[in-house]
């Protein structure tokens, strides 16, 4: 079972990113998928996250209306597509998958997204 984040990458203020988690050894249906970061010197925090039916999403106030996450469950995979990039997006990113109890208990190892001009 292991995830996979890929997609972050260096990118001017205002531009945009697509960052992908694949899931490989299981099914993302059944799970909810969640998107955090992790800005240097803050804690983790949540940014958006979809429920295991695709039906429900989330994001917190500082992706609201700039990022969209969604599922392809052809490819088992979650994006996040994240436009109007600000320099405090600069984070490490990482997908999860939450049981229907809230527990996160598979993570991705991190996919660094560097906003800069």
């Known amino acids: 079972v292991q995830l996979q984040a890929s997609g972050g990458g260096l990118v001017q203020p205002g531009g945009s990113l697509t960052l992908s988690c694949v899931g490989s050894?299981?099914?993302?249906?059944?799970?909810?998928i969640g998107w955090f970061r992790q800005a240097p010197g803050k804690e983790r925090e949540g940014v958006s996250c979809i429920s295991s039916g695709g039906g429900s999403t989330f994001y917190a106030d500082s992706a609201k209306g700039r990022f969209t996450i969604s599922r392809d469950k052809a490819k088992n995979t979650v994006y996040l597509q994240m436009n109007s990039l600000k320099p405090e997006d600069t984070a490490v990113y990482y997908c999860a998958a939450g049981d229907r109890s809230g527990n996160w208990q598979y993570w991705g190892q991190g996919t660094l997204v560097t906003v800069s001009s």
């Open positions: 050894g299981f099914s993302l249906d059944y799970w909810g």
